[in-house]
């Protein structure tokens, strides 16, 4: 009989516990990246909520480099970015960034629920309607970027561009 391991992982949402702060919950998730990372854990990820007074991971790109700056072999990603939310082009640029920072240590969640309500929504300043519908093209020019080919001649992200990260897709409902 062969010995199989599961490699197993973490999605994080960086709780913020009643009574506590932000900087704690980031505290806390450094503490769980590193002991995951010493039990020889695979993954990190962290989970984009905006407007949720328990949870502080909405900036997941920010909080994957302060992890990525204090682990060493943890692979750490978005689960998931909610792309309809944000620009390929920036997505793109940020996770290029990521990856070069830290190579082969980078992963992209992403889904394409809006993830929040209609007033936070208008305040990602999305459009009301089209941005699911988009959310197909929006994902191949992610993965055409990452894969060194040009969806758009006129616009390279830098850094971004080849850099190969992989790209993962979120299973959702139907709303």
Do not use: C
Request: hydrophobic share 40%; proline share 8%.
């Amino acid at each position: 009989m062969t010995d199989k391991s599961v490699p197993f992982s973490v999605l994080d949402l960086a709780p913020i516990p009643q009574g506590s702060s932000a900087k704690e919950a980031f505290t806390h998730s450094l503490d769980l990246a590193r002991l995951a990372e010493s039990r020889g854990y695979h993954r990190y990820w962290l989970a984009e909520h905006h407007n949720m007074v328990g949870i502080a991971s909405a900036a997941t790109s920010v909080l994957i480099g302060y992890l990525a700056a204090n682990t060493t072999t943890l692979h750490l990603g978005s689960g998931g970015v909610m792309l309809p939310n944000h620009s390929p082009l920036v997505i793109a640029e940020q996770f290029g960034t990521l990856n070069t920072l830290y190579p082969g240590r980078i992963d992209l969640g992403l889904g394409r629920a809006p993830g929040s309500d209609q007033p936070t929504m208008r305040a990602l300043r999305r459009h009301m309607s089209g941005d699911v519908d988009n959310f197909p093209r929006d994902v191949a020019e992610l993965v055409d970027w990452f894969d060194a080919r040009d969806p758009n001649p006129h616009v390279r992200p830098v850094p971004g561009y080849g850099e190969r990260i992989p790209v993962w897709l979120l299973g959702s409902s139907l709303y």
